[in-house]
């Protein structure tokens, strides 16, 4: 049985294609630009050629990509998109054409001649299949699980930073476990547009999955046997722009706090750290420091709790009175979310569970 995992942050996008058949250690691993940095390179190289841009696809990821946009703008060059590519800046497209963007309708947009068209989509499984094929490695799958950090559409008026962590809070207390984040297909709400329109560039039927990145980062992380030997963790994904704490015993979910990487230094993180597991820390002090959010599930304090980190922006713990430890499951610290993505994957899919679970138990 091979599963392709695909982990989409804000500056890369792991790829682990797990085999079963195989050692999983020998299974092909891949970090690669995302597709929100692929689509910012492209927008800045119509930029440096001074050429308009015609943007298509469906909603992705912004980040790296409105930045690259919000400068062809300045630079007075033309940019054009579709209605759904455009709600990848904004779900309200008035919004986006005051950003300087003209929205075009499908048809209008299979006419216009001169611009350099670029391909919106977090999920690009052309690519992948090239990549793989390069190395003669089979471009088959028999199942997909895939992954994003998505706010969601929130309604007129309301924070996607609340919008968001409404949704991690409901989820969590509705299953109290770390799988209860994993979907599949016919699971994942409409209002967390980005991952259905993932979800939605699939060219291949098998059973799929999704699981937000930064939980499959925490699943990820159980993995390492160093980790799974507490009864229990307190575990941080420090992703490129997003930071995400969670108190577990075991899959189970005591308590989480989410932030934004790019605002907290080293310490700042130590000590938010501490006063989560000490329950001092509240949702509406995080908020304020424009945070997502905190909520607990279990009130007990966790100063047992293994502090465990993981996730591209781990350096900033380098010398910390927390002394965490850096997961490495199956040997790299990076796949901790593929990892995961694929541990949510065999969760979902009873037919697969058995197979996946003896395959990562000889790791």
């Known amino acids: 049985m091979r599963i392709l995992a695909i982990g989409t942050g804000a500056d890369t996008q792991d790829v682990l294609l797990l085999d079963t058949a195989a050692p999983v250690e020998s299974s092909v691993k891949m970090v690669m630009p995302s597709a929100t940095e692929v689509a910012a390179r492209r927008i800045r190289r119509a930029t440096q050629e001074r050429r308009p841009v015609l943007l298509t696809g469906v909603t992705m990821g ?17 940019a054009f998109a579709t209605e759904r590519a455009a709600t990848t800046f904004d779900p309200d497209l008035a919004v986006v054409r005051a950003m300087g963007v003209v929205v075009l309708a499908e048809e209008e947009a299979q006419t216009l001649r001169g611009a350099e068209r670029i391909q919106m989509q ?6 992948i299949r090239s990549a793989l094929a390069s190395f003669e490695v089979p471009v088959q799958f028999d199942g997909l699980a895939i992954g994003c950090l998505d706010h969601g559409t929130p309604p007129p008026g309301v924070s996607d930073r609340a919008f968001r962590f409404d949704h991690m809070r409901r989820v969590a207390r509705h299953g109290g476990d770390l799988h209860s984040f994993a979907m599949t297909v016919a699971e994942v709400p409409d209002y967390l547009t980005r991952a259905r329109s993932m979800l939605a560039c699939r060219d291949i039927d098998v059973p799929a999955v999704f699981l937000d990145t930064g939980v499959a980062s925490v699943l990820g992380a159980l993995h390492d046997p160093r980790v799974a030997e507490h ?5 941080l994904h420090l992703g490129n722009m997003h930071a995400l704490a969670i108190h577990t015993r075991g899959t189970a979910v005591l308590g989480l706090v989410e932030h934004h990487t790019e605002m907290l230094s080293g310490p700042e993180i130590d000590q938010l750290t501490e ?5 001092e820390l509240t949702h509406e002090e995080v908020f304020s420091h424009h945070g997502h959010g905190l909520f607990y599930l279990d009130e007990g304090a966790g ?3 293994y502090v465990t980190v993981t996730g591209p922006q781990r350096g900033k713990l380098r010398g910390s009175p927390l002394h965490p430890y850096v997961a490495t499951p199956l040997g790299d610290t990076m796949i901790s979310g593929c990892l995961g993505l694929v541990k949510g994957f065999a969760a979902r899919t009873p037919n697969a569970r058995d197979e996946i679970e003896a395959a990562l138990a000889l790791a």
Do not use: K, M, N, P
């Not at 009864?231 to 575990?235: K, L, S, V």
């Open 303 to 305: 100063d047992t709790a």
């Open 62 to 78: 912004s980040g790296a990509c409105r930045v690259a946009l919000t400068r062809h703008l300045a630079a007075g060059l033309q």
């Open 122 to 127: 977090d999920l690009d499984l052309v690519a």
């Open 231 to 235: 009864d229990e963790q307190c575990i």
């Open 275 to 279: 006063r989560f597991l000490r329950r």
